[in-house]
């Protein structure tokens, strides 16, 4: 199942690649405020659910732009075709593919896929996290003094700016620095890599963490919500360090 993620994630990052070169003539619609799509999200998601419905007709898919499909199946497909569709469309090359499976609603396979840098990033569930076939592990930073934490800006939900700009102030205080891409699927990899040494977003949505928190804990961190709990999926918010930062990091959030 792992192998026919990759196989898709590469078709689907082939297409990307592609389009990069002409990003004057594509085709784009706004979903909501600050939240873009295009031609070749469509196409690329395309291409991932032909290559897995191929493979396993009975399974379901939760996918960013064609949304559920037998989503009650003991295996469901999570899929974001391109995520940081904003950076893709300035020719800002952070942006990757995610694919995760989930079996009976746990996350059993995760796939990150990064074009531009030809980086791929796997993972099944029990057998460690993997870039380009080298295992990879969190940081060793057991000090939030010396972590550099990455994030996300809440674009969708306006809303939750106050409550996260309290968060930012906190963390930009206490740690050694915060970045913010704009990509969290790639930025998760990049927690499970030890690039960042931590990450916490608010308002995402599934296919947004799936396959990265997945990664994360296969590389030996630790996800969950604001209170430490695995009801991220749900709750859209996210909180990704390794296992020594990880409660200083939640009462930081917190801290008024």
């Given amino acids: 199942m792992l192998n026919t993620a990759v196989k898709a994630a590469r078709k689907a990052g082939s297409i990307i690649a592609r389009s990069s070169f002409d990003l004057d003539k594509l085709t784009v619609r706004s979903k909501r405020h600050n939240d ?4 070749v999200d469509h196409a690329a998601e395309e291409a991932i659910i032909g290559t897995l419905r191929e493979a396993y007709p009975k399974h379901g898919f939760l996918a960013e732009e064609s949304g559920a499909d037998n989503p009650r199946a003991e295996y469901v497909w999570v899929i974001d075709p391109l995520d940081g569709t ?51 592990r969190v940081s060793k930073t057991d000090r939030l003094d010396d972590a550099l934490i990455g994030t996300g800006f809440p674009f969708r939900e306006v809303d939750k700016i106050d409550e996260y700009l309290r968060m930012f102030k906190n963390v930009t205080c206490t740690s050694s620095g915060i970045r913010r891409p704009g990509a969290a699927a790639l930025d998760l990899a990049w927690v499970a890599a030890g690039r960042i040494d931590g990450f ?27 209170a430490g709990e695995e009801r991220y999926m749900a709750s859209g918010n996210i909180v990704a360090t390794n296992a020594k930062l990880f409660a200083a990091m939640l009462k930081l959030l917190h801290k008024k």
């Avoid at 873009?36 to 031609?39: R, Y």
């Avoid at 990757?96 to 079996?103: D, E, F, G, Q, T």
């Fill in 36 to 39: 873009f799509v295009s031609e």
């Fill in 200 to 226: 916490w977003e608010l308002g995402l949505s599934p296919w947004d963490m799936a396959a990265g928190a997945l990664l994360i804990r296969e590389a030996g961190g630790l996800v969950g919500d604001l």
């Fill in 86 to 136: 904003t950076n893709f469309l300035h020719g800002f090359p952070q942006y990757c593919v995610s694919i995760a499976l989930l079996h009976k609603g746990a996350a059993s396979q995760a796939v990150v896929f990064d074009p531009n840098r030809n980086e791929l990033f796997t993972a099944t569930r029990g057998s460690g996290a993997y870039l380009n076939d080298r295992r990879i």
